[in-house]
């Protein structure tokens, strides 16, 4: 049967001893492929100072958007105003649900999880139907932010 589980493993035969990221297995044609080094995984998209100097920033615009208004300054406040708006926006970017701080490499985190349920469905499939594959693989795959296979010797022909 095909799946993007087997589509995966096929790639990885075809490339052993090879670290493939997984958004590469998701996108294999390329295009908009996000990938995160390992080490970006726990960072916030903006940290505390960075929050904090925006916040200070917001508080300067909102003095200076009422200064052009009561000068008829139209122009210089609706700049000031889309300032406002594009710093509102990045933060609202780097927040996630309930506000949280959203995390940088949250993309690969996403990649990791979805290849490697891809993968696990397709060997629980091949279970049933070649128990020796699916235990072969199972040994000389690896998944991860990468997945690998690492052949212990025997040689495929895709």
């Not at 929050?51 to 009561?70: C, M, P, S, V």
């Not at 506000?99 to 490697?116: H, I, N, P, Q, S």
């Amino acid at each position: 049967p095909d799946a993007k589980g087997l589509r995966d493993l096929h790639t990885l035969l075809s490339r052993p001893g090879t670290d493939i990221p997984c958004a590469v297995l998701l996108n294999p044609a390329g295009g908009d492929v996000v990938v995160a080094a390992r080490s970006m995984g726990g960072d916030p998209v903006l940290d505390e100072e960075a929050k904090a100097r925006y916040r200070r920033r917001l508080d300067r615009l909102d003095t200076e958007i009422d200064r052009a208004a009561a000068a008829g300054d139209d122009a210089r406040a609706a700049a000031y105003d889309r300032e406002r708006a594009a710093l509102l926006e990045e933060l609202r970017a780097a927040a996630g649900l309930a506000g949280r701080d959203r995390r940088l490499g949250d993309e690969a985190e996403r990649a990791r999880k979805t290849v490697t349920a891809r993968i696990r469905d397709s060997l629980r499939k091949l279970d049933r139907l070649h128990p020796p594959l699916a235990a072969h693989l199972r040994a000389t795959v690896t998944t991860g932010v990468a997945c690998c296979y690492t052949p212990d010797g025997t040689v495929w022909r895709l």
